[in-house]
């Protein structure tokens, strides 16, 4: 999108420079895999090249998460924060909204935290194996519109038409959604152990951490809060897909969900809300924080890309700054547990 | 790797403290592409989500491409700088090397260049979509160990072990072998006209543009540069796995063609250099450097990633420096002939 396409403004002093005291990028975790019996095959890999004869079997590392960090030159909170995408997406979808506005990464680091974007095991950079997991998943344009809760449907419209179909009052930036189209990646559907591995030995790393994570992401965040409470300090859950499936008062670490709008009428997110509720109840550490409730309409599931996307991102850094004042009292059970 | 494994260290000055005046990223290219007659399936997407019947026929959109940038506050040149990374890989390979150095993004970036990180259509964070192309191909790792040039062969070893087997005087950080296999993604061999239709839509938007790229990339950015000399204001290809098969003289733009070692001894690398010499020798404007003829030896298909990555890195800046200072002739010539 160029400067004048678009229809949010910036928050002033929101984006242009920015000042690091580092930066860069590793990955993470995974692990070595062989495959064997396949016959080889040949292959040209460039016009004009020379060819290679390729066999498929023998080793490749699988598992393994891309992680890409941004250090403000001046931090103003000692724990570091972790953006975690959902299904479908890559840790792209934080770093700029479908409309060209600076994105919840740079917002953060401009409120002093030392942030790392994550693509889950097998999405963006992190690679993936089809040779062991065959082919993914991919979801259509016109299910994403419709299951993000952006419209009621596309009718068969051009993506350049999108916001026509937008539901009345969303605030996600529809005449953009082409934009978002192009950040969509497959998945596959068996995989939730190995990127559940892949955050953990992260956070082995990096801990306590705080962890902002949405939809699939929110899934992740929560269960590996559950199953190291001792590495997570705080979670912020953006519309989580699920939530664990626990005892009362087994889940330790301070948490807040966060729902968007047009829940009532979708086919799917009434029982996702429900069960969310049931979690909340049981576990007291666990905050519900419904946008319309607040008086915040329109937001749809993609709530860190709608156009107001920074107001969600102050009451979210609110929370964190907050929880993080008081004292860490999961974390002290923790440690006098091992 | 932690601080401690490292081998070599950094060159003091070039990491850490970073000031940008921008930085983000966005997708660009690509087109709509529908699906249809497929049955649906049911998936459960998360552990004690709801259902979600896939529907897999609609709109996809294919061949984007995802451009991460970094402006530095200060900028020393006004061409816009791009790296393109190689077959397997993903952007990531410039920002770090193996065993945790800073990469050539940053480096380019200290060095006052407006830079550009893609990753090529269908890698990384572009996307991809297998329900039009079906399963991509995987190269393992004892046949990028050796296709790479970092050593004649692993022999079945751990990839822990692969220091062992690097070729002796290798610049190649081999003892962090494990790590650069962790880089490795999937790529298809028939998705060149794609790929360079993503190049050309994005220099289309920010030209004319220094290309600095590698491998597979190097083909791209010699193609690109013969197609759109009006976009392309020089080419630094690392190693490029091909060459443009065109006229005596057809091709422009200035170009850097930069050659590691070990080149003799291997089974494809002769007759890909002496097809790159002769591409050379017909095109005036194309020059090469090769790095043993320099006096430096020892290093990988991976330049940017070996320990005298910065030495290279200083010697392609100092070119296109030169180049740049130097009138566009073949601009003013493309300029004319519109």
């Given at each position: 999108?160029?400067?004048?396409?678009?229809?949010?403004?910036?928050?002033?002093?929101?984006?242009?420079?920015?000042?690091?005291?580092?930066?860069?990028?590793?990955?993470?975790?995974?692990?070595?895999?062989?495959?064997?019996?396949?016959?080889?095959?040949?292959?040209?890999?460039?016009?004009?090249?020379?060819?290679?004869?390729?066999?498929?079997?023998?080793?490749?590392?699988?598992?393994?998460?891309?992680v890409q960090y941004y250090w403000p030159e001046t931090p103003e909170h000692t724990t570091p924060?972790?953006?975690?995408h959902g299904g479908g997406l890559t840790g792209a979808c934080w770093e700029t909204t479908p409309?060209?506005?600076?994105?919840?990464?740079?917002?953060?680091?401009?409120?002093?935290?030392?942030?790392?974007?994550?693509?889950?095991?097998?999405?963006?950079?992190?690679?993936?194996?089809?040779?062991?997991?065959?082919?993914?998943?991919?979801?259509?344009?016109?299910?994403?519109?419709?299951?993000?809760?952006?419209?009621?449907?596309?009718?068969?419209?051009?993506?350049?038409?999108?916001?026509?179909?937008?539901?009345?009052?969303?605030?996600?930036?529809?005449?953009?959604?082409?934009?978002?189209?192009?950040?969509?990646?497959?998945?596959?559907?068996?995989?939730?152990?190995?990127?559940?591995?892949?955050?953990?030995?992260?956070?082995?790393?990096?801990?306590?951490?705080?962890?902002?994570?949405?939809?699939?992401?929110?899934?992740?965040?929560?269960?590996?809060?559950?199953?190291?409470?001792?590495?997570?300090?705080?979670?912020?859950?953006?519309?989580?897909?699920?939530?664990?499936?626990?005892?009362?008062?087994s889940y330790q670490v301070p948490t807040l969900i966060v729902l968007g709008d047009f829940i009532?009428?979708?086919?799917?997110?009434?029982?996702?809300?429900?069960?969310?509720?049931?979690?909340?109840?049981?576990?007291?550490?666990?905050?519900?924080?419904?946008?319309?409730?607040?008086?915040?309409?329109?937001?749809?599931?993609?709530?860190?890309?709608?156009?107001?996307?920074?107001?969600?991102?102050?009451?979210?850094?609110?929370?964190?700054?907050?929880?993080?004042?008081?004292?860490?009292?999961?974390?002290?059970?923790?440690?006098?547990?091992?």
């Open positions: 999108m160029s400067a004048s396409d678009r229809q949010t403004p910036e928050r002033p002093g929101w984006s242009g420079p920015l000042r690091l005291r580092d930066m860069g990028s590793f990955h993470i975790g995974g692990q070595a895999q062989t495959l064997c019996g396949h016959p080889t095959s040949q292959h040209l890999l460039a016009a004009g090249g020379q060819p290679v004869e390729l066999d498929p079997n023998g080793t490749y590392v699988t598992g393994q998460m891309y924060l972790f953006l975690w409309d060209g506005r600076s994105g919840w990464q740079q917002y953060f680091v401009r409120r002093g935290w030392d942030t790392h974007v994550c693509d889950a095991a097998e999405r963006g950079r992190s690679g993936y194996a089809p040779q062991f997991w065959g082919l993914p998943l991919s979801q259509t344009v016109e299910a994403v519109f419709e299951r993000f809760r952006i419209g009621p449907s596309l009718q068969g419209a051009a993506l350049s038409d999108a916001a026509q179909y937008a539901f009345a009052g969303s605030q996600f930036p529809a005449e953009a959604f082409a934009a978002f189209a192009q950040q969509l990646v497959p998945r596959w559907a068996h995989t939730d152990a190995m990127i559940l591995a892949a955050y953990a030995a992260l956070l082995a790393r990096q801990a306590p951490a705080a962890l902002v994570c949405h939809s699939q992401g929110g899934m992740f965040g929560l269960t590996t809060a559950l199953n190291h409470p001792e590495r997570v300090r705080a979670v912020v859950a953006l519309e989580p897909s699920s939530v664990p499936d626990c005892d009362a008062d009532d009428g979708d086919a799917r997110w009434p029982r996702m809300r429900e069960r969310i509720l049931r979690f909340a109840k049981r576990n007291p550490c666990v905050h519900i924080l419904s946008l319309p409730a607040l008086g915040l309409h329109g937001n749809s599931h993609m709530l860190m890309m709608d156009r107001n996307h920074l107001h969600i991102a102050d009451l979210v850094h609110d929370w964190l700054a907050a929880e993080l004042a008081k004292p860490a009292a999961h974390l002290r059970r923790a440690t006098v547990a091992d």
